[in-house]
């Protein structure tokens, strides 16, 4: 679904991501956790290909395709969506447009808004005058209406309660294959062998691994991926040691081997 290959990006000028490899397949969840400012939103911003990212070497495959140097709109149409951890506020354009243009042209079940919550939002602009929660369900309802292959999703435990992440949780869990109905109504793709979506969700705090049940988790800590394994036993060891601790346990047991 996704390989990326010694990937480096800098912001303005300056080096944000170092060298970074990561490959996810079809049916699998990967949590990214790391500490603010590591440079976790700096990769989805790169994997969507948003100009203030600038590759500086190293190489993005996505479905076969070197979308590397592709621009966004196609990134979206081979099959690739985000969740803003902040998305921003849109004046003019209501919440039944924009899930219009997120459809690209597929019918849209009215049932949809209202299992998120959202169907006394249509007629609201995209995240005019939103809670915090409002707004993760707006980003996760256009999220299930465009559909995608491979979904990234930034923080979605950020700013909401404990109801609105349980809601979300269940939502991200419908989009990955892994529980409620999907979008044709039919049974959920429990086995990873039978779902065909992938995602990579990037989380600080963690709770969103009470409701999602990743299988592969990684550590980036000053721009690298420092560490890989069990997403819950990745989060416990920065529980205990905190993110520095651990990266230099997982360092040295790489010296090891």
């Known amino acids: 679904m996704l390989k990326v290959t010694n990937l480096t990006v800098a912001v303005d000028g300056k080096k944000i991501l170092d060298g970074v490899n990561l490959e996810i397949l079809p049916g699998e969840t990967h949590i990214l956790l790391g500490p603010n400012g590591s440079g976790k939103s700096t990769l989805l911003g790169a994997l969507m290909g948003f100009s203030r990212y600038r590759v500086v070497e190293g190489s993005i495959i996505f479905k076969g395709h070197d979308i590397t140097n592709m621009p966004v709109y196609e990134r979206v149409r081979l099959g690739l969506g985000l969740s803003f951890q902040r998305p921003p506020t849109i004046k003019g354009l209501p919440m039944k447009d924009m899930l219009t243009i997120c459809a690209h042209g597929r019918p849209i079940s009215p049932e949809l808004p209202a299992q998120l919550k959202m169907d006394e939002f249509m007629e609201r602009d995209v995240n005019l005058g939103f809670s915090g929660g409002e707004v993760k369900r707006s980003e996760l309802l256009q999220l299930l209406v465009q559909d995608p292959d491979l979904v990234l999703i930034d923080e979605p435990e950020s700013g909401v309660d404990l ?4 809601l979300l949780g269940k939502t991200i ?11 044709n109504g039919k049974p959920p793709r429990q086995k990873r062998s039978e779902r065909t979506k992938a995602g990579l969700i990037i989380t600080h705090t963690g709770h969103i691994l009470k409701y999602v049940n990743a299988d592969v988790g990684h550590v980036m800590y000053e721009g690298h991926l420092s560490c890989h394994g069990n997403p819950l036993e990745l989060f416990s060891c920065i529980q205990k040691l905190g993110y520095g601790e651990c990266v230099r346990c997982s360092l040295i047991e790489e010296v090891k081997v």
């Open 163 to 166: 109801e609105n992440i349980d």
């Open 173 to 183: 869990n419908r989009l990955l294959q892994r529980g409620d109905l999907n979008l």
